[in-house]
């Protein structure tokens, strides 16, 4: 049986030429070609601000209180409140507990303010033993002690490493099965995909905060007085990780190891985002407690309100300082 050949109907091509053109768009959108995207369509507000974030909804509270012309927003339910604190402009806002709340809300007022630099401040818990409750200790450089391999036990007290994870190992001590390992990252300034552990404060920053280690600290609270005057510390190195710590042993480890000042939740996921995105980087991180040193019960419930009014004084310190 033949059949006979009928030419396709105009509008048939037509329709056709019109979904190919939207399919075309569709890829290009989706990212088979690069389409950067038009940030300034995100941005809030045009006002180059310092984003000053804080760990500890209390501290946050004293800064807010000080905030002049303030201005909310409300972005993914998190609250972000523009003005003036000690004649800068700024952006305040809570991290959240923990390091995927800090590294989200990071990028998060990276994307929607033109931001200049980042200043984290908070409560930490103590690591070096030649720091106590109540100091403001203010890092060089943050990482992420808990960024590590959970090696293959062999015979008792034996761990196995594969061949391929070799290179990515920190030539430090395990703490049992757990080795420390670098972390791939990019940057804007350098896309490679490269290893990294630590991520470092902003120097002219860090310069600044070494004028303030004068600073009279409060330490006294609600009737609890501490032995010693508390002071600023400038230098050295913090961690952090998506644990509480409250552990002696490890407390120990985590200083031997990463010749730690401080550890907390959230800072040095705030430090890579900063990384990544080429915006300068400070931390600020008073001690709470000890992170499991102390004698007795872990100190925190008593002397978080004084461990967070002491960071948020250098914080404003630093703040009507910066020039």
């Known amino acids: 049986m033949h059949h006979t050949a009928h030419a396709p109907r105009p509008g048939l091509i037509q329709r056709s030429i019109r979904r190919l053109g939207l399919w075309a768009l569709a890829m290009l959108v989706t990212g088979c070609a690069s389409v950067p995207p038009d940030?300034?369509?995100?941005?809030?507000?045009?006002?180059?601000?310092?984003?000053?974030?804080?760990?500890?909804?209390?501290?946050?509270?004293?800064?807010?209180?000080?905030?002049?012309?303030?201005?909310?927003?409300?972005?993914?339910?998190?609250?972000?409140?523009?003005?003036?604190?000690?004649?800068?402009?700024?952006?305040?806002?809570?991290?959240?507990?923990?390091?995927?709340?800090?590294?989200?809300?990071?990028?998060?007022?990276?994307?929607?303010?033109?931001?200049?630099?980042?200043?984290?401040s908070g409560i930490a818990g103590g690591v070096n033993p030649g720091l106590h409750i109540g100091d403001v200790s203010v890092p060089a450089q943050w990482g992420q002690y808990m960024e590590w391999l959970m090696a293959r036990e062999g015979?008792?007290?034996?761990?196995?490493?594969?061949?391929?994870?070799?290179?990515?190992?920190?030539?430090?001590?395990?703490?049992?099965?757990?080795?420390?390992?670098?972390?791939?990252?990019?940057?804007?300034?350098?896309?490679?995909?490269?290893?990294?552990?630590?991520?470092?404060?902003?120097?002219?920053?860090?310069?600044?905060?070494?004028?303030?280690?004068?600073?009279?600290?409060a330490h006294c609270h609600a009737g609890q007085c501490l032995q010693r005057r508390p002071r600023v510390v400038v230098g050295g190195n913090g961690v952090s990780g998506p644990a509480f710590v409250d552990n002696k042993a490890f407390r120990e480890y985590t200083f031997n190891t990463f010749e730690a000042q401080v550890l907390d939740m959230e800072t040095a996921a705030t430090a890579m985002v900063a990384h990544g995105n080429g915006v300068p980087f400070i931390a600020f991180r008073s001690l709470s407690d000890l992170a499991g040193g102390g004698a007795g019960d872990n100190e925190m419930a008593t002397f978080m309100q004084l461990a967070a009014a002491n960071s948020a004084k250098v914080l404003l310190a630093f703040l009507a300082a910066w020039q």
């Open 39 to 120: 940030k300034q369509a995100l941005r809030l507000d045009d006002q180059p601000r310092i984003a000053v974030i804080s760990a500890f909804a209390p501290e946050l509270a004293l800064l807010l209180a000080q905030l002049q012309q303030p201005v909310s927003h409300r972005i993914g339910g998190v609250e972000f409140s523009t003005g003036l604190l000690a004649g800068k402009p700024v952006v305040l806002f809570l991290s959240g507990i923990s390091m995927t709340n800090a590294a989200m809300n990071t990028q998060r007022v990276l994307d929607r303010f033109d931001i200049s630099h980042i200043m984290f």
């Open 155 to 217: 015979p008792p007290g034996q761990y196995s490493v594969p061949e391929w994870m070799k290179s990515e190992l920190l030539p430090l001590p395990a703490f049992g099965m757990m080795h420390p390992r670098s972390v791939q990252v990019r940057s804007a300034a350098s896309p490679q995909i490269s290893q990294q552990f630590w991520f470092a404060a902003d120097a002219r920053m860090l310069a600044l905060a070494r004028s303030l280690q004068d600073i009279d600290l």
